[in-house]
């Protein structure tokens, strides 16, 4: 029974993350439509900016802001006026290819521009064990699943309390309704992209020290975060951390009780297990579309 609540505990921290990273597709299809295949790259690029300023003598609080910013700019602002606003207005194949060619261009980038190792990447926490009612944790597998639920939960308030994540909600909604009622469309879609780099960079924050920077560490994460977001509902950001949870416990529950090697494809098992007994996610909401 211990050994299983601690599987569960490792499996809820990495899913945390994984959420993080899902939360980031049902944001920007919420509010623009637009499918980010590059969404673990998003992740990986941050990763490789912190070690930057920590190579510079920035400490790593300071380069995880210093990172965020750049992120703002580049994964946020540069990727919205640069790919999605000139593709959206031809349908969504084209942005889904550009995001994956976007995936592929940043990958081979890293590996030519910075190296094709993998770099050990401090920890967030200490290196430390903790007894919680007689399971043995450690500080890293709580921290990150608490700093993940945090994160989240920030996020959700954000939109549901504040004047401007209600307007974000409502450009998610209708954004023709609201124009109409006097909100700033653009700068509202332009906070989704910002807020999906801040996350990136959270989830880069979280799961570099256990993955190692890596060029090819966001790919595995990108398609995990992509399941997590369609298990949970595509359209519902809570059901991107149900979906995160889900797939992060799946995987550490298979590794341990079946094999190591089907650890990676439990993802996509429960993924299609989802999809064909209830399309829209386990949170998700049926939408009807006039054609």
């Known amino acids: 029974m211990t050994d299983l609540l601690q599987l569960v505990v490792g499996g809820l921290a990495t899913g945390g993350i994984y959420g993080l990273a899902a939360l980031g597709f049902t944001l920007l299809w919420q509010a623009s439509g637009t499918i980010n295949f590059a969404q673990g ?29 750049v992120a703002v700019a580049v994964l946020g602002w540069a990727f919205k006026r640069g790919i999605a606003d000139p ?8 942005i889904v290819v550009a995001t994956i060619g976007l995936a592929i261009a940043m990958r081979n980038g890293v590996r030519a521009g910075y190296s094709a190792e993998a770099h050990p ?6 290196d430390k064990l903790l007894n919680i009612a007689g399971v043995t944790l450690t500080l890293a597998d709580v921290g990150t699943l ?16 504040t004047v401007t994540g209600r307007a974000m909600q409502a450009v998610a909604q209708n954004t023709d309704s609201a124009t109409v009622l006097g909100i700033d469309v653009p700068r ?7 807020i ?15 993955y190692l920077a890596k060029f090819d560490m966001g790919e595995s994460l990108g398609t ?34 079946i094999s190591p090697t089907y650890k ?26 006039k054609v």
């Open 188 to 194: 509202m879609i332009f906070y989704t992209f910002a």
């Open 264 to 289: 990676d494809a439990v993802a996509l098992v429960v993924f299609m297990l989802v999809i064909l007994f209830k399309p829209q996610g386990l949170l998700g909401r049926k939408v009807e579309r």
């Open 224 to 257: 995990k975060a992509f399941f997590a977001a369609i298990i949970g509902g595509f359209n519902n950001s809570r059901g991107a951390l149900l979906g995160g949870l889900i797939v992060g416990v799946s995987e550490n529950l298979a590794a341990a009780y």
């Open 87 to 94: 593709l959206l207005r031809f349908g969504m194949m084209p």
């Open 121 to 126: 990447f401090p920890s967030l926490f200490a």
């Open 196 to 210: 999906n780099a801040v996350l990136a960079c959270a989830a880069a924050l979280l799961v570099t020290p256990t």
């Open 41 to 69: 790259e998003f992740v990986m690029l941050p990763a490789f900016a912190m070690l930057g300023f920590m190579a510079a003598g920035a400490p790593l609080a300071l380069a995880f802001l210093l990172t965020c910013f």
């Open 146 to 161: 608490l700093f993940a639920l945090v994160l989240v939960f920030a996020t959700q308030a954000f939109l549901q309390k």
